[in-house]
């Protein structure tokens, strides 16, 4: 049994944020699934959001603009304080993390550069060229190492354990050893990001599954919003690779293949700069039109921005673009569709980052703050996780040096790893039955297929009623090989579980929404309805499935409106 103060799980920019801020007298240590800075954060490109006002055509620039426009962009869905909390203190953080070293492209002066990004009325995306999510894992895991947090890698938590309302701790598989490994704790924060896996097109990390969500639920925290799922308009066709919001943020162009830009006959004020949520779906009304190249894509023309733009400003797409596809954009259009991207939804946490569970805490993409709401803001992804993980880490904090933890109780802990064994152990002795690999390989179509960019009632309940069969099949899941170290197939088959009850809880979140609203498109029911629907999902675990109440949204200053752009 290993024991520690705090344990976060979660190497990427939420989880080690949290680390940075935890009270430096605690017990801190981090789990994570890969190398830190292999953490899916490093994919991120583009930017930063906050209203530094640096850019000339941003003096006037406020974090309570920058509020609105996350609260217009989350389709008035979003808890207006806690996007008040998150702008105000995206300014200060700025300034923090550029004292930690991370190296922003700048303007003349030595100002950090900022540049537009989708459904902001200013350019208040700080960037590092398109290495964004990069520069910052870096930066903040090289602190972690000055600080002396303890990194355990290459370790998958498979469950929480909770005890009469309280966090005592988990249970990982040790990857490297094939052990089953028990660490206690008097506070456990999750910072395990999204789950884009249970999509067959997805921007995410292969290590994106879902299951810290998934966790979470099982032990009892309710899941806030999960139907609400974003696409991203550009990813690299065939490949899915993201292709940063900056491209277009920087002045490339839409282009059907008539040659025009599109975007006029959807947002002619903002164009291509128009919320995800919206380009998602003008491309792929697009290219269901017939106006899609090979009826599958359309371009991304960067040529017109001229070489020494592209290689100063978006040298990682350029490099992409060679290496992954064999084209250069500074002579030939990028080639695009739209792929699932992040998720708004997440485990229910309140605005200290605090789960009704004692003593748990998250933070990140798969927490729900409900800062997003319906649709998310390009930029303030980052920003939320390094702002709500040090919440997070605070809160812990003051959790336990105010006496909230109750004390240990290690034989719930071992009876907990004692079953995972015994599972894994059964599970190793099956030598037929289903490859969960082909099952997650058919959950992905399920997911593409059925609550994808636009949705109808029927297509979800085709869903539901294809994932009861998934189910069913899993319950004779085998693994082929006999090796207990790195072996991937128990990380599939322990994780897939917790893929189908986030699924669930999307499909059936998403057939009884009747609105259209963000990232929620239903095709029966295209207009959104506030009268009805203008509140938060819930989506509680139980054997039968999920149970679904709802919570109303916390509208303060800015009722809601049409979103024109």
Request: aromatic share 10%.
């Amino acid at each position: 049994m290993v024991s520690h103060d705090i344990l976060i799980v979660g190497g990427g920019l939420a989880g080690l944020a949290a680390a940075l801020t935890s009270d430096p007298k605690l017990n801190v240590a981090v789990l994570s699934k890969v190398h830190p800075i292999r953490s899916h954060s490093v994919a991120a490109q583009g930017g930063i959001n906050a209203a530094l006002a640096n850019s000339p055509d941003a003096k006037d620039d406020s974090w309570e603009k920058h509020a609105f426009d996350t609260i217009k962009g989350s389709d008035y869905l979003a808890d207006q304080d806690a996007v008040e909390l998150m702008c105000q203190l995206a300014i200060p953080t700025m300034y923090e993390l550029d004292h930690w070293g991370v190296p922003f492209s700048r303007f003349p002066g030595g100002v950090i550069a900022q540049r537009p990004f989708g459904g902001a009325a200013y350019p208040r995306t700080c960037y590092a060229q398109d290495r964004t999510g990069q520069v910052l894992l870096h930066t903040l895991y090289e602190q972690c190492v000055k600080k002396g947090i303890k990194f355990y890698d290459e370790l998958l938590v498979t469950s929480l354990v909770v005890q009469d309302g309280r966090c005592l701790g988990l249970v990982a598989y040790d990857m490297g050893s094939g052990e089953i490994r028990s660490f206690s704790a008097k506070a456990v924060i999750f910072g395990t990001g999204g789950y884009g896996r249970i999509y067959k097109l997805s921007t995410n990390s292969y290590i994106n599954f879902g299951s810290g969500i998934g966790m979470a639920y099982r032990a009892g925290i309710p899941l806030k919003d999960l139907e609400f799922v974003q696409f991203h308009p550009t990813t690299l066709y065939g490949k899915n690779i993201l292709i940063t919001e900056a491209a277009r943020g920087e002045g490339g162009y839409l282009v059907n293949n008539k040659g025009r830009r599109f975007m006029e006959d959807y947002t002619p004020t903002a164009m291509e700069l128009a919320p995800r949520d919206i380009v998602s779906r003008s491309i792929t009304t697009e290219i269901l039109k017939g106006n899609g190249f090979e009826n599958a894509y359309v371009h991304l023309d960067l040529r017109h921005l001229g070489r020494e733009k592209i290689e100063k400003r978006l040298p990682g797409i350029q490099e992409i673009c060679i290496n992954f596809y064999g084209i250069d954009p500074v002579d030939t259009p990028i080639p695009i569709q739209p792929a699932q991207h992040y998720s708004m939804g997440g485990i229910d946490v309140d605005q200290d980052c605090a789960s009704p569970i004692k003593g748990f805490y998250a933070a990140g993409e798969c927490a729900c703050v409900s800062v997003h709401g319906a649709n998310r803001l390009g930029g303030n992804s980052l920003l939320e996780a390094i702002v709500f993980g040090k919440i997070a880490g605070a809160s812990a904090s003051k959790f336990i040096n105010g006496g909230g933890f109750a004390g240990p109780r290690d034989a719930d802990i071992t009876a907990e790893a004692k079953n995972l064994n015994d599972r894994f152990e059964s599970i190793r002795k099956r030598d037929k039955g289903h490859n969960v690999y082909q099952l997650l390989n058919d959950l992905k179509i399920l997911m593409s297929e059925k609550a994808g960019i636009f949705r109808d009632g029927k297509q979800l309940q085709e869903g539901l009623d294809g994932l009861a069969g998934l189910r069913e099949a899993y319950k004779d899941a085998y693994i082929y090989g006999s090796c207990t170290r790195f072996c991937q197939e128990f990380v599939t088959l322990v994780e897939f579980a917790y893929m189908m009850d986030l699924a669930e809880a999307i499909l059936l979140g998403g057939l009884k929404r009747t609105e259209s609203r963000g990232s929620h498109s239903r095709t029966e029911f295209p207009k959104r309805d506030d009268v009805s629907w203008l509140k938060h999902t819930l989506a509680a675990y139980s054997e039968k499935g999920p149970v679904l109440t709802y919570r109303t949204v916390n509208v303060d200053k800015y009722k809601p409106q049409e979103r024109k752009y």
